[in-house]
């Protein structure tokens, strides 16, 4: 599959994914158990956090590359969906991973109830990524001089 | 919020079809009045015409489609994104703007620079020289009204810069195309056709038909 450009850039890390989808994956198997709106809602939120740190994170270590698209023309609306198009992609990476969480861990697999969680799962992620989607998207187009912040070294 | 003023009573024409060249030390402003130019900044006070259409105060989207459609920039270093092949780092203007390149001007772009046989090179693998070259690719590509250029041999060795200059001047002689570059070193503003000198904000010196000895007497 090509990239479109709006990607470009660092990319995020496997860990993060890593993290994002095994959230996501946990909060679908809970929605399919029919676990209590008290272990839920906590593991919804969680969810919520790690997707938004995931992708704040991402997008201050990207700030030069957005500041650079922006410069050859990309617009904020492109910078503000190109986010929220990889969160669309961990979200469903995770739902998938729920998915097969509910396979292995769970006897009964109640196909639409399982549908509806990857849904909400999926949607978690994209609704988790709005804030640093539009953060990025007001990144000021620049050219590559901004220098990234330097190192704070340690010398004896 | 600390403020300076960076440029002061700066009055600049860049004529169409030629290479143009503002030189001063650094801290003279250069990048800054670049930056204005081309829709990254917006000045304070006074008014940047491009062709016939007045740019400043334009809102961001209008600035946006500027830089697509009408500017090219050549930064000095790293403005190659890494995750890119050459091609599509050439092309980014384009599909960001949806639009499709014709086959035959994009050969001729790539041909005219000598990156045939690098599309399909990662930017990690060229030599600082061809990375220029690339970014050269990607600003010419889209045919645009202005060329930036910011100290676009900064990186380079004097071998590499003449070669690269070489390149410039042979765009502008052969396609008409215009081009705005700003440096610190005379020896790059000599290949213009004209130069400005930029000191402290402010244009002191013009310089037509430059050489190397003329640019350093009026910086």
């Known amino acids: ?156 | 919020m600390v403020r300076a003023r960076v440029l002061r009573g700066v009055d600049l024409d860049v004529p169409a079809g030629r290479l143009t060249a503002v030189v001063g030390r650094p801290e003279a402003g250069k990048t800054t009045l670049l930056n204005c130019v081309g829709g990254l900044e917006r000045p304070d006070r006074g008014t940047v015409h491009i062709g016939a259409d007045r740019i400043t105060g334009l809102g961001d989207s209008a600035l946006t489609r500027l830089r697509r459609d009408r500017i090219g920039f050549v930064f000095a270093t790293c403005s190659l994104f890494p995750t890119l092949s050459v091609e599509q780092n050439i092309r980014i203007g384009a599909e960001l703007a949806g639009r499709r390149t014709e086959k035959q001007w994009f050969t001729t772009v790539v041909e005219l620079l000598g990156l045939s046989l690098l599309l399909r090179t990662r930017p990690s693998a060229l030599t600082a020289e061809q990375r220029q070259r690339v970014a050269c690719a990607r600003a010419f590509l889209n045919r645009p009204d202005l060329v930036l250029a910011d100290e676009p041999a900064g990186e380079l060795d004097r071998m590499e810069a003449a070669a690269l200059l070489g390149f410039l001047r042979m765009w502008v002689r052969k396609l008409g195309q215009s081009v705005l570059l700003a440096t610190r070193d005379p020896f790059v503003a000599a290949h213009a056709d004209r130069v400005f000198v930029l000191a402290q904000g402010r244009i002191t010196g013009e310089v037509e038909r430059p050489t190397v000895e003329s640019v350093m007497a009026a910086m």
Request: proline share 5%.
């Open chain 1, 1 to 156: 599959m090509r990239m479109h450009p709006i990607h470009a850039g660092k990319q995020m890390g496997a860990g993060a994914v890593l993290c994002c989808v095994v959230a996501i994956g946990l909060l679908i198997v809970l929605i399919v158990a029919q676990v209590s709106g008290w272990w839920l809602l906590p593991m919804f939120a969680l969810t919520e956090v790690v997707v938004y740190r995931a992708f704040s994170s991402n997008v201050r270590q990207r700030r030069r590359d957005l500041a650079l698209l922006r410069c050859f023309g990309a617009s904020r609306a492109q910078v503000f969906n190109g986010v929220l198009t990889e969160a669309a992609w961990v979200g469903v990476l995770g739902a998938l991973a729920g998915f097969f969480g509910v396979l292995i861990l769970l006897d009964i697999l109640d196909f639409n109830l399982a549908v509806f969680a990857a849904v909400v799962g999926a949607t978690g992620a994209v609704l988790a990524a709005l804030v640093p989607a539009f953060r990025a998207s007001r990144i000021p187009p620049s050219g590559p001089s901004e220098r990234p912040p330097r190192r704070l070294s340690t010398v004896a």
